[in-house]
């Protein structure tokens, strides 16, 4: 029993490292001050304000249901839903973990057994996937019992919830560690290997439910058995609800199996000699040639090699470059019939209908350009390097146009992935094209510009992990709320003006001559700046 208290101590130390937001804890020991509670009074409020309209979403979709008859179908449509955001969180989560972290080089140092650390690993992605479920589930689980009136409800949410991230995230875990096995004996690929295991599963797991959805339609049934086989969150989840109430509470002893069986299956698995390979790098003893190069370029190269040489940065920075332009066509896929999708399509280029899908594209961009991760840990990702800053024939104001400079091309490629989905999906004409580019990349660089403005007055510098530099970070979150609060003011005064007939060349002008009054005056800002 000790034994598995030291394991769930190593757990709590990992979670610590991995999500301790803003340094709560270390605030709440330190004398509490205004500015702690103000921006804690500001984040619950913001909490608050997305858990009141997440409820009425929630209500809408119950009633949705019962008006078409399917409330059996609820349940199996937002496990399901579910169900795919652990599984993609958690292989994120794990890779980060399991491939990035350098707390097993670390740990190896101390009386631990490696299958203790891998345990303790998975322990903690099945906690943080406990905490995506009550945020995501409790609403739901409300919702269909104040509507239902029957407790049972609350019974089975609890269950599903306890039992479902072993479920997802159990063989994903699995797939690491012998992946990481294989590295071992390699000495090389641990990353690559890990990322192999986890695509050809996901892939897998994806090909195997569209055949199966295949052969279900072409078969003859009824459209609600094919909908209960596509919405299936995991295996035997029929028999799984048939159970009583007693029954499925006692079937969540399986967490606890699952936990105990990749503890013994890690221990079979890595054994007792597990080591990480270490590059062994050789000395290049040739003389180089010497070529100066201009300071921008010096610098700007210098900024490149710190954000794409730590996958960690690139992980976190490029997330919403790459995942985010492809949700929107996913999930008109998803909830459109083809039918739909080309009325979409014909009635973008109507000239009645246009303009709005320009903005609607706009927006789009505008709001997922907005969390960016990258301008704002600028000078934060310097960490105890930042001393390097003062010592280099660079002025830290022409130091931080560089950086924004960098953020501004990384913002760019992720808006010209967006307008080639805009083009190639939804049929967008050219010149609608180049308008929604050309704001887009207006608003790209105000946000960058804020950003880096928020990171420059006071950089986080002190981390002891690469991923506290943009995930602990307080800058972080305070650019996104204010680059979301712009666009919400922008939305606002848009519709304003649409609902006194402005012309679509006087709202596009207005947006560009207001824009580029804001870059210039947060340039002048950061010029200003003499810390």
């Known amino acids: 029993m000790n034994h598995w208290v030291k394991i769930f101590q190593l757990s709590r130390t990992i979670s610590r490292l991995n999500f301790g937001f803003l340094n709560l804890r270390h605030s709440i020991k330190e004398q509490i001050d205004i500015y702690f509670v103000v921006l804690l009074c500001f984040v619950t409020s913001i909490i608050g304000v997305f858990y009141f309209f997440y409820f009425q979403i929630i209500e809408q979709l119950y009633i949705g249901f019962v008006e078409v008859e399917m409330t059996k179908l609820f349940l199996r449509f937002i496990l399901s839903g579910l169900s795919i955001i652990l599984a993609i969180t958690s292989s994120f989560l794990l890779i ?3 491939c990035f972290s350098k707390d097993v080089e670390n740990m190896q140092l101390f009386p631990i057994q490696p299958c203790d650390i891998f345990t303790s690993k998975y322990i903690v992605n099945i906690l943080f996937c406990y905490g995506i479920e009550l945020l995501l589930l409790f609403p739901f689980c409300i919702v269909e019992m104040q509507h239902t009136g029957n407790a049972s409800v609350a019974i089975t949410y609890i269950s599903v919830a306890i039992i479902l991230p072993h479920i997802i995230a159990f063989p994903l875990t699995v797939i690491i560690t012998v992946c990481l096995k294989i590295a071992m004996y390699f000495r090389r690929m641990r990353i690559l290997l890990s990322l192999i295991g986890i695509v050809i599963y996901l892939s897998g797991s994806v090909l195997y439910k569209v055949t199966s959805v295949d052969g279900y339609m072409k078969s003859n049934i009824t459209s609600l058995n094919w909908l209960n086989h596509l919405f299936t969150p995991f295996p035997f989840y029929d028999e799984y609800m048939c159970l009583s109430s007693v029954l ?6 399986l967490s606890i199996i699952a936990v105990g069986g990749y503890y013994f299956l890690n221990k079979f698995i890595l054994g007792k000699h597990y080591v990480l390979y270490g590059k062994h790098q050789q000395l290049n003893t040739t003389k180089m040639k010497y070529s100066s190069s201009s300071k921008l370029k010096s610098y700007f190269v210098k900024e490149c090699k710190i954000f794409f040489r730590n996958p960690v940065y690139v992980i976190n920075g490029l997330f919403g470059m790459i995942i985010a332009p492809f ?4 999930s008109f896929r998803i909830s459109s019939t083809a039918d739909n999708i080309e009325q979409i399509r014909a009635l973008v280029t109507v000239s009645e209908f246009s303009f709005y899908a320009t903005l609607f594209a706009i927006a789009v961009i505008t709001l997922t350009s907005s969390i960016n991760v990258i301008a704002s840990s600028s000078f934060s990702r310097e960490g105890a390097n930042y001393w390097i800053t003062k010592i280099v024939p660079y002025t830290l104001k022409q130091q931080a146009f560089v950086k924004i400079l960098f953020a501004v091309l990384v913002s760019f490629a992720g808006i010209m992935i967006n307008c080639l989905i805009f083009k190639l999906y939804f049929h967008y004409d050219f010149h609608q094209i180049m308008v929604i580019a050309f704001i887009s990349t207006l608003f790209s660089i105000l946000w ?3 950003g880096v403005f928020i990171d420059m007055k006071n950089p986080k510098l002190e981390w002891t992990n690469e991923a506290e530099a943009m995930k602990q970070n307080i800058n972080v979150i305070l650019s996104i709320i204010i680059c979301i609060l712009v666009s919400i003011g922008y939305f606002f005064i848009i519709a304003k ?16 001559c207001s824009l580029f009054v804001f870059i210039l005056i947060v340039c002048r800002g950061i010029t200003l700046e003499r810390k």
Do not use: A
């Open 327 to 330: 949700l929107l066509p996913l």
């Open 96 to 98: 980060n973990l399991f």
């Open 448 to 450: 960058n510009l804020i």
């Open 248 to 253: 499925k509470l006692s079937s969540t002893i």
């Open 497 to 512: 003006m649409i609902q006194k007939n402005f012309s679509p060349i006087v709202i596009i002008g207005i947006i560009s």
